[in-house]
């Protein structure tokens, strides 16, 4: 059963940083693409920065320049590094990953439970 686990959210003061780790576990064959979303009260779930199994990436026009997404594909693992961190980031925080596994036998997309990320001014 594929499962990605997220790491690393919490509390911080406005210009702050705080990094983000997601692995992902479990019968796991290849990862196209690794990402980070973000959704706060009220709002619609976005994207924050996506890498590809390449090291192709993009991120969301609100955090480029500030957060800085990096993946290892030996160890299944993404990290989003996020800087100069605003009030407006404050969300819960989703790794997610097109992962083909033994288990489908397709590609399939998968989603961590959140992690919390509040930026007090």
């Known amino acids: 059963q594929v499962q990605l686990v997220e790491s690393g959210g919490g509390l911080v003061q406005a210009g702050g940083s705080l990094r983000l780790s997601c692995a992902a576990s479990?019968?796991?064959?290849?990862?196209?693409?690794m990402g980070w979303y973000r959704q706060a009260p009220g709002k619609q779930r976005e994207l924050v920065a996506r890498i590809t199994s390449g090291g192709s990436t993009n991120y969301a026009d609100s955090v480029k320049g500030r957060f800085t997404i990096v993946s290892d594909n030996a160890k299944n693992t993404v990290h989003l590094q996020m800087n100069s961190l605003k009030p407006e980031d404050t969300a819960v925080y989703y790794c997610?990953?097109?992962?083909?596994?033994?288990?489908?036998?397709?590609?399939?997309?998968?989603w961590g439970r959140g992690t919390q990320v509040t930026v007090s001014s």
């Open positions: 997610n990953a097109d992962i083909y596994s033994g288990i489908q036998s397709r590609f399939m997309s998968y």
């Open positions: 479990g019968g796991i064959f290849r990862i196209n693409t």
